[in-house]
């Protein structure tokens, strides 16, 4: 392909407005260094313009009078605070009272000394997948029926503080669109697009009597819908990950090992092998991400980091010292809280379930003692229960094992980090994550201190009194007050 039809299809893929063509041209002449045996994408300036389009006709700014500020990194609040922001970006922070800027409809808010903080990040969701197996690998089941769901789940999402997301598998790019088009209320979703698995892997849900497609077998339903890609071989791999990057993946998600809701893999599985691996790591090099990878055991997670996979998504089987490798290696840990699933699933996915939840303490505290690169996520899926409320609850959780102010830095600052990897592949290139000066406006005002009492964030509906994001306020509740 010549290189201008490449550039125009990555300019459409990405809904790259107010991106500069430097940046895209960064992503086609790109290079690799070597270090270490495993490629690194080279660090890229990014410009800082949002593509979010948040449907404000005139420029507007709004003023946190009298707030404390948790920045994302802190182990306290600040002292009082007033914070200026312009349009969709954070821009003065200060201890002195400040004035309107000329030219701008200007939203003032009374803090009353309550916490201003980021928004919460998940990284690691499904907002699509989470509709019930019975109706999402239905073949019956209108994609009308399957995107209101999504909606929904996103909706919820926002208004309970969540204001990025990381989805791990599914087909989101529409949603993602509208989202930042405006036209549906959501938060930035960083798209995985389908999960790539192995014949017999956590991502084929296909009939076990069925061939597979590649060797003559029906196009499996999960496939259809554009929530797996089935990928046996370095060549299929290849192919798998560049399809989603053509879709606009900002990250490549696989199945490396055995998972709970998938029927053909025990939780102790190690699923491709390195050359398929590398050849997957190596794809997304080129384009300037990297892979994260699904795996539970210590055998898949080694083998992983030895084909320099960026990022291991659960682990909760690991032992220690594959935990230690982790934090030798740099490599990111995406870490979720499970419970016992309900009777709604079936048998054996509830023993492979309680099988994960065994040992999630130990690499929790692993995890935590080892200084490793630690992100958190939910991964609710296959009809858990509704994103809102229940990812603020899974959050909270994590208490067991650090205090509130580590927990809210990891699901600010720390998750935003992850996120970062993309590279030039990052849909939202500017700062997110902390409160700081020239950072994305995504902000919560809170009633109370979440730093030392965690459990006020449990209840977003009472205590999560603005929500912000891209600038734009989505909720107020004291107006009301």
Partial sequence: MATGSYLSGFWRANNAEGQTRPAVLALAVSSLMLLGGCQQTAELKQPTKSPVDNNQAKPTATIFDNVRVFDGTASALSLTRNVLVVNNTIKTISASPLE????????????????????????????????????????KTPSEKLEQIARKHSKATLMSGFTTVRDMAGPVFKLKQDIDRGQVEGPRIYPSGTIISQTSGH??????????????????????????????????????????????????????????????????????????????????????????????????????????????????????????????????????????????????QRDKNHQVIVNQSRVWTWALQYGVKLAWGTDFMFGSPLYGPAQNAALVQTKTWMTPARALKMATHDNAKILALSGIRNPYPGQLGVVKQGAYADLLLVDGDPTKNLDIIANPDKNFRIIMKDGKIYKNTLAKS
Avoid at 120 to 132: K, M, Q, S, V
Wanted: with cysteine.
């Fill in 100 to 139: 309107p800027p000329s030219g701008y409809t200007t939203i003032h808010i009374a803090g009353g000394g309550r916490t201003l903080m980021p928004g919460l990040i998940d990284a690691h969701t499904h907002l699509y997948i989470n509709a019930e197996p019975k109706v999402l690998l239905n073949p």
């Fill in 203 to 348: 991502g084929d849900f296909g009939d076990p009597a069925d061939l597979p497609h590649s060797l003559g077998g029906p196009l499996p339903i999960a496939t259809k819908l554009g929530l797996s890609t089935i990928a046996d071989g370095p060549d299929q791999m290849l192919a798998a990950v560049r399809y989603n990057l053509r879709q606009g993946a900002s990250q490549i998600k696989i199945a490396a090992g055995g998972g709970v809701a998938s029927t053909f893999d025990p939780i102790e599985v190690t699923e491709y092998t390195t050359p398929e691996l590398r050849a997957a790591v190596d794809a997304a090099a080129d384009f300037g991400t990297y892979v994260s990878a699904h795996a539970y055991s210590p055998t898949s997670v080694r083998r992983c980091v030895a084909a320099c996979v960026k990022a291991i998504e659960h682990g909760q089987s690991m032992d220690q010292a594959t935990v230690q490798l982790l934090r030798d290696k740099g490599t990111w840990l995406s870490l979720q809280v499970f419970e016992e699933l309900p009777g709604s699933f079936s048998r054996l």
